[in-house]
Structure formats: structure tokens, C-alpha cells
């Protein structure tokens, strides 16, 4: 799986004192960067190649500030134009939100999806997971 560290901001807590809960689903679209390069090398917004069938989150328990999450991203399903991530965010050695997200290869030009082609298949291969 991919591991990327992320430092919570002050900013991000809430009136309750953890992490917003809107705040992993943000965390997690930065961690698929990696990703997203196999699609888009430089991340050029005029070129972008995917878009968001769906996603769901599921909170295990409270993220605080002052302790660093780290993130970890794998690919869980690889269809015929699209693929399935799973993500995690950690804290303190304890899992505290997984999240799905299905993303579709996309041409824009035309509104429809299009099929991987085998230069993605490899890219996304390296970081299958069991499911």
C-alpha cells in the first residue's frame, strides 16, 4: 500500500475537539496522487482522465490534532474502465477510517467512461491488494 504522513492542522478540529469529519475525505483525495499520475503526469487539471463514480467513509474512531496520520491506499479492484481504492487512516497504531472509493476512467470531451488500457493496468497492479 501506498504510506503518506499527514500532520493534522489546528484548523481542522471541531467544537468537539478531534478532526472534522469532513476532513479524511480531503486527506484521502491527496493521497491518491500517486495515483492519479498514471492517468495525468502532471497533474494538469486540462488534461484530468478520471472522475468519481462513488465513495464511502466509515469512522473506526476520533482523529486528534498534534498526531500525525498517516494514510495508506491500495487498489482493491481493477474492472474494465474503472478501478476500486481502499484507504486507511491511522493514528496512535490504531485504525481509525477506511474509505472506498470507485474512480472511472474519463474523457471529458465526450462524457463517457473509456477503457484502461494496459500502461494504467500495470500502474494500478503494483498497488493490488487482498480484498
Known amino acids: ?7 493534522p492542522r489546528f484548523q481542522e478540529t471541531d ?7 469532513t476532513v479524511p475525505a480531503v486527506w484521502f ?5 500517486p495515483l492519479f499520475r498514471l492517468f495525468s503526469p502532471e497533474l494538469d487539471v486540462h488534461d484530468w482522465r478520471l472522475i468519481i463514480a462513488g465513495y464511502g467513509v466509515q469512522f473506526k474512531r476520533e482523529l486528534f490534532y498534534g498526531q500525525p496520520v498517516t494514510i495508506k491506499t491500495g487498489v482493491r479492484r481493477i474492472g474494465s474502465s474503472s ?4 484507504q486507511e487512516a491511522w493514528q496512535g497504531g490504531e485504525l481509525a477510517v477506511t474509505a472506498e472509493t470507485t474512480l472511472i476512467h474519463f474523457n471529458y470531451q465526450t462524457r463517457q467512461s473509456r477503457p484502461l488500457d494496459e500502461h494504467h493496468r500495470e500502474g494500478l497492479k503494483v498497488w493490488l491488494i487482498e480484498s
Not at 478501478?83 to 481502499?86: A, E, G, H, I, V
Open 1 to 7: 500500500m501506498l504510506e503518506m504522513q499527514i500532520q
Open 83 to 86: 478501478f476500486t481504492l481502499w
Open 15 to 21: 467544537a468537539l475537539g478531534h478532526i472534522n469529519n
Open 29 to 33: 483525495e491527496s493521497a491518491r496522487d
